[in-house]
Nanobody, 124 residues
Framework: QVQLVESGGGSVQAGGSLRLSCAASEYTRSMECMGWFRQAPGKEREGVATIFSGSGSTFYADSVKGRFTISQDNDKNTLFMQMNNLKPEDTAMYYC?????????????????WGQGTQVTVSS
């Protein structure tokens, strides 16, 4: 049973920082990639960042490049995302996700396992 549990969300002012964590069950070590997605009220879910477990390659949405950093711990059991210089438009529910098979051409597709989400609210 694949389980993903997010933490680290909260409320910050614009320009502030947060670090999200995703605790993954043992089984997710076999996942080829893991990622962060977000969904704001009234909007579709969008991919934010992806990391390939084998190569360590990362991919980011244009809107967060240079501000967010995705990483994994050495045991690949915890996923992180450092979010700096947060903006009000970053306000959303953030979800951790995992995929057995990934494509560098489509880095935000093929995710099948999802956490429950953690809320991030950025005020101006």
């Amino acid at each position: 049973q694949v389980q993903l549990v997010e933490s680290g969300g909260g409320s910050v002012q614009a320009g502030g920082s947060l670090r999200l964590s995703c605790a993954a069950s043992e089984y997710t070590r076999s996942m080829e990639c893991m990622g962060w997605f977000r969904q704001a009220p009234g909007k579709e879910r969008e991919g934010v960042a992806t990391i390939f477990s084998g190569s360590g390659s990362t991919f980011y949405a244009d809107s967060v490049k240079g501000r967010f950093t995705i990483s994994q711990d050495n045991d690949k059991n915890t996923l992180f995302m450092q979010m700096n210089n947060l903006k009000p438009e970053d306000t959303a529910m953030y979800y951790c996700a995992a995929a057995r098979y990934c494509s560098s051409r489509y880095p935000f597709q093929m995710f099948v396992y999802w956490g429950q989400g953690t809320q991030v609210t950025v005020s101006s």
